[in-house]
């Protein structure tokens, strides 16, 4: 079974921190420059350990349990490494070493933001910066509830894949992982049968207008 805590955006921290007591659009913001300066300006691993050692410095202002915050970011572990290998290959060492810590940042960076601010915070922060885009006809209402679905989505698939494979178990069948049509159909099913019912309910709200 998948733990709850290791699902993306699946899960908040709740507390009093300085981190938690700012406004969304300050975090989004700074993480925003963040990023944009990570990815233009370091050139070097050691760079690259500074940009890892500003992500630590806020989870440690934002007293995030280190064992949590490592399994929200182990996800992005196999990709980083993969891509890391792969830079590696095609250039030096130094090159992919800078690569990952800057990625990784980035992705430890994003998951401080999303354990210290409310997914429904998030979303008013969205609508408020993207008001000013209607004017040009942009459908701001349609980005931000995209948005929004795709937040709330990733912790019920991720519980989908939980109950196909507690129900494999459930029937004897330890060894559903072996097996990629036992394992992936029921899951495409019930993903196909969510995204009717969501598709249903929006029209029924009048989402479609």
């Known amino acids: 079974m998948i733990s709850p805590s290791r699902v993306p955006l699946g ?8 981190l938690h007591r700012a406004t969304p659009g300050t ?14 300006a370091v050139d ?9 050692a ?3 410095l806020a989870a440690l202002v934002g007293r995030l349990p280190p064992r949590l915050l490592m399994r929200q ?5 196999p990709l980083l490494i993969f891509l890391g290998l792969m830079l590696w290959w095609r250039a030096d060492g130094y090159q992919a070493v800078t690569m990952v810590l800057v990625l990784f940042a980035a992705v430890t960076g994003a998951v401080t933001l999303t354990l210290t601010t409310r997914v429904s915070e998030l979303m008013d ?14 459908p701001v209402e349609q980005v931000s509830l995209a948005l929004t679905l795709t937040i709330r989505l990733i912790p019920l698939q991720v519980q989908a894949v ?8 459930a029937r004897g069948n330890p060894s ?8 992936g159909v029921p899951v495409i099913v019930r993903t196909i049968l969510r995204a009717r019912a969501i598709a249903d309910a929006l029209r029924a709200r009048g989402a479609a207008d």
Not at 44 to 52: D, E, F, I, L, R
Not at 125 to 138: H, K, N, Y
Not at 162 to 169: F, Y
Not at 176 to 183: E, H, I, K, N, Q
């Open 73 to 77: 970011v182990a996800g992005a572990l």
């Open 54 to 56: 500003f992500v630590a």
């Open 176 to 183: 559903v992982g072996l097996s990629l049509t036992a394992f």
């Open 27 to 40: 975090k989004l913001a700074v993480l925003s420059v963040f990023l944009v300066v990570s990815a233009v």
């Open 162 to 169: 939980n109950d196909v494979l507690d129900a494999r178990r």
């Open 125 to 138: 922060t969205f609508d408020r910066l993207l008001a000013p885009c209607a004017r040009i006809g942009v």
């Open 44 to 52: 070097s691993w050691v760079g690259g350990a500074v940009s890892v």
């Open 11 to 18: 899960v908040y921290h709740p507390g009093t921190s300085l």
